[in-house]
């Protein structure tokens, strides 16, 4: 009973995500911290996802072919009001140094990492999804709201260190961010679709902006700052005790300033058609003359500015409860900005050996919904380790998954001191 | 261990590169949207060529020039070259003569070609005249050339002074004098006043004034030669005897360019047919019309116009010249449905009118004695006026048009054609729609005839629907046209009904539009 109490406060607030300390190293290093004499760690994770697109509807846009109408429909019928939808791909290359102190303290040392990041996310209504996806012909006699449409992008790398605690992990870096590429469009109210009962009259009401940065370059086109850190912490340690990890950490959480050759790009205007004068075409104009002429008459304005946008960073925490020899039970939770939604995940480790990791997790949040998971991970002779793990697993064999994910994880462990007892 | 190691590595690779995207990402959308609109009223289906009476019913109208007798078909001065010699009248030599002497002195009349007419004077509207000089005399000479009666004031002379240094027979001095043309009188009456085309000139040529005797060796025979070089000569008032020829014409005007003029059977009630002339120049005439033929290229047809005097040859008397102002001397001859066949003329839908005839100037001689004139800015005019009221009964009167579909993009494909048609004619259509290769696209598409009681004009709706299929898209995509043909027809033919102005169509047209997105 004491166990199924346990279980169930876990998946209140405790979870596993990928790109947290793995649980093979905390368990691995000891009170002593000289386990290893430093870690190469090498990571690169992808993810798409959302609350509405499935894997039919986006594989198209990944390896081409046709978006069957079959497919967007099915995705309509799935909406509710307002969908979101986001993606992320990632590498990291961190080294855990492996000298015997740091400051006059055995316990710390420092740890260097470099990496390259993109993230996009967006947001858009049931109703407007359906007039671009589909056409205005479902949309006769109505006006559909554009506002909804949002969406941000941005690319950077960055470069920095920190120190860490070499018997729990625990860390706190900075790293200096160049910020590639900044890409963000939003429209705001009145922005709108209009079509006439009769369609003899289309409306496009549009007002918004668009923030760029300016065209992706070596040096970069901002320049800024990100922490991450986490702090690890165990009760009751011990292979006969229920130990409990704890981990509260943050991640990517930074700001960049883009230069002043980036541009807001400011519209407000609305263009109506109602098709071209019929004596026209009696004298001669083209039957579809002027119909492409939308572009001409869209009013714009543009100014440079410099400015501040924060990283897509997270606050998350996570619990792993040593069940029993070889069965974990996990949860966790993880708290990002809008438009993506708190991730809660709940989960269960196996170890069929003390070196080795299967696990499996349900999700909700992020960029979707319910989503299942599955990762392995093995520590091969004490040195080197391999972490493969998948959000979503469904995404990879049905076509109603709306995420896919993989994440790869290889790390080194350099001169293992304490001997592995596997 | 290595080997473990080894697969991972494969796995990974795998995993990271089955995103390799082979093909584009498309998709179709469907979309409807307005393509045109507007009101149809007869003038816009006529294109202008008509006007409304004071009932209500409009009228075609159609007003042709047939010819404005130019100036330059009656006469002109073209592009000249007059060259003569003029010796000095001595023999023997060598000859010491003082300066200010005079060697040569002439009076000359030159004949100025007029393409055959007797001309008296003109004013010249542009032009030049170069007046060239050659000296081979070893003399200081000043030759003095006088132009009678060329000025722009008439009656007053143009006078014109050379210096030329001594010449020779291997090495002749030269000097040149440009005159501008325009706005000068030229009278060519000759020195009797009476003749045709004589340009009445003076030459007097001595030796320079400030010369002494040693400078100026003259052996008898010796010579100047003159050149007079008139060029683009245009002509803005003529006076003199321009001929009795006969000149011919033979014109067509096409109607149905600005009136698509339809086939089909069309009765037409008191149509009327005018020719008119408008005389302002100063000859007499005689005009004869040989032919009004109306042609349908399409039906190959053609019918003449017959009926009254319209073949009868008519005589237009000169016009007075009042001080610069001609008189004006008209003559009509008017057909209506009582007098000639327009009505059937018009009924036959003439794609063109066909007129032939022949003008001839003073069939009675030069009974003016030399004196008929023009000015270029006021000529004999003649013109042909058709009208037809639009009081008619039509039975399958077909309109054909081609339409422009001109789609650079294989991104859209029309899908179908939505029309909303508010007709307020008393007439019943029939729409077709074809490819330009004659594939059909829509055929028989009914449009009701409208409720109009009179000029009260009271339409009524309908909706016409085609569905194009992707086959006929891409058949009018690429040949860029849609061939629309409207088949009217009025209630009762061959009962007549009124068409008023006040009559209309409203039309608007929607396309349905399936879009096809792609993203490389």
Redesign the interface.
Known sequence: MRKIILAAAFILVGGLTFAQTSYLWLTKSDTTGKVFRGILDLQ?SATVGSTFLTTELVK??????????EA?NSVLAGMTDLGILGGNANVRARYYGGRDSLFGSEMLDLYIQVGKGYFGSGRISKDAFGL??????NY?GSRVPLNSIQGEMQGFQSIGFGIYDKRTFSSIGISMVNGLTYQQFSLFPPSSFY?SP?????QLDYSGEYVHSANPRPNGNGIGFSIDGEYNFVRDRGEDKKEVWNTLGIRNLGWVNWNGQSQVVSFDSTFT??????????N??????G??GFADTLITSSQNVSFWRPLRGSFYVRSVYRWNEKVRLTAGLEMFAAPMKPLATLGIMYMPKKNCIISMNISNGAYGNWKLGMGVQWL??NQ?Y?G?QTSNLPGYFFKEAKEMS?S?Q?SYLFKTKKKDNE | ?RY??FA?LV??VS??SS??????????????????????TLS?LTADNGYTDNAGVYHLYFEKIISGFGTSDLTQIPDTNISQKFVVPITGGPFQIPGNTAIITQNQNYSVETNGTGLRMVKVKSGQMIVHVKSYVNAYLHPSFTLYNVSEVYGNNTDIDFALTPGSASAPTEGYYTIDMSNKYVVLSGTSGFDYNKLSTHLEIKTEQNTTADQNTIYGQDSVRFELLMSDIVIDYAKGYFGNDTYSFNETFNLAESANMPTGLLELDQASFGFHVTHKMGFDGKLKIDNVMGLNTYMNTGVQLTGGNLYNPFFITRSIDNGGTPSVSNYDINLNEGNSNITSFMGSLPYSVLFTGSLQLNPFGNVSDGNDFFYSDQLTEAKLVVDVPLRLAASDLTLR?T?????T?DA?R?SSL?L?IQNAFPMEWKLNLTTLGGAIVATDLNVPSGNSIDALALASSSTLVIPISEAQWNAIKSEGK?IMQVISNTPSFPQLVNLYNSYFVD????A??V?NAE?Q
């Open positions: 690169g198209p846009f990944v390896v081409g072919g046709t978006v069957t109408a967007r671009l996806s589909n056409g205005n012909a006769q079509t009769n369609a003899d009259t289309l058609w109602t098709g071209v004068d019929l004596n026209g075409i009696l001669g104009d083209s039957l579809l003359n119909t492409s091969i002779a080197f391999f493969f993989a790869l290889v | 261990m473990r190691v991972c796995v990974t995993l990271l995103c390799k995207k082979d093909e584009p990402t498309t998709w179709e959308s469907n979309w409807v949207a307005p393509l045109a609109h507007g009101r149809l816009d048009d339409l422009n579909v001109e789609v993009t859209v029309v939505t909303d849609l039309m608007r047209v929607k349905g539009v879009l993203i």
